[in-house]
């Protein structure tokens, strides 16, 4: 996942399923809107918490 400053995000996990099933679902170059969390102490994982309808642009 590639932040909108250019910032890449390993994403290990996932609030739930749902969340994780509809990003797999999205085809690459997609944008959306979430909320992540660090999943752990290393620096550079992360988790999905929430999705939210729409692109900003």
Known sequence: MRGENGSTYHVTSYDDEALRDYLASQRRGE?????????????????????YPGVQG
């Open 31 to 51: 944008q959306v809107r979430m909320d992540i969390e660090r999943a752990g102490v290393r620096a550079n994982v992360w988790q999905v918490s929430a999705l």
